[in-house]
């Protein structure tokens, strides 16, 4: 992997947010229908994100945007929600989103957080919590999860983060979303 450089991401880094908002068009679409589906819908989230109370960090290879993540503190700042993280596709699985979710992580511990919380929806049957009643045994549904392709929540449980809930139906009739997090040490 080449070197990547992670930065704060302002509103006065126009090229980069632009390049952050294309990333969130392009790679939500194909598994996450509706999510930023438009640019402007992106270029909005990344404006939101760019806010001072919030973290925003941009992965970079030499100039060229690769990735980025955003926080929104909650709780008084005890917890952090992590929203988004997106990792260009061509460049998804060589450890970006990695330095991406640690460097969040140090983030959030420079800024006093104790948590960090997530939501990874599940739109597309891509586990076993998908089109299932999580209204019954839910804590044995979750115990016994399966990944049949390639969830993120697989991602975020080698960095350390584990399931404490579901919300049902959250994306519509049997498309829950998966509620992770992880304690900031």
């Known amino acids: 992997m080449a ?6 991401l302002t509103p006065d880094m126009k090229v980069e947010c ?5 990333l969130l068009n ?11 589906a438009t640019m402007e819908d992106a270029r909005e989230e990344v404006s939101e994100m760019v806010e001072p109370e919030r973290i925003a960090r941009v992965a970079l290879d030499g100039e060229k945007v690769v ?20 990792v260009d596709p061509q460049r998804q699985r060589q450890g970006i989103g990695a330095l991406l979710v640690r460097d969040f992580e140090e983030q959030v511990r420079r800024c006093g957080g104790l948590t960090i919380q997530l939501g990874t929806d599940d739109v597309n049957e891509m586990t076993s ?3 299932v009643d ?15 392709k390639g969830h993120p929540y697989s991602f975020y ?3 350390g983060y ?8 959250a994306n519509g009739r049997g498309k829950p979303d998966i509620y992770m997090a992880k304690r900031i040490e």
């Open 3 to 8: 070197t990547i450089q992670i930065v704060d």
């Open 18 to 22: 632009e390049a952050a908002a294309r």
């Open 26 to 36: 392009v790679a939500f679409a194909q598994n996450w229908p509706g999510s930023w």
């Open 67 to 86: 990735g980025w993540i955003g926080g929104i503190p909650e709780y008084n700042g005890n917890v952090w929600e992590l929203h988004p993280v997106v």
């Open 129 to 131: 919590l998908a089109s």
């Open 134 to 148: 999580l209204y019954t045994d839910t804590w044995e549904k979750i115990r016994n999860i399966r990944n049949f």
């Open 157 to 159: 449980a080698k960095m």
């Open 162 to 169: 584990v399931i404490i809930g579901v919300l049902p139906d």
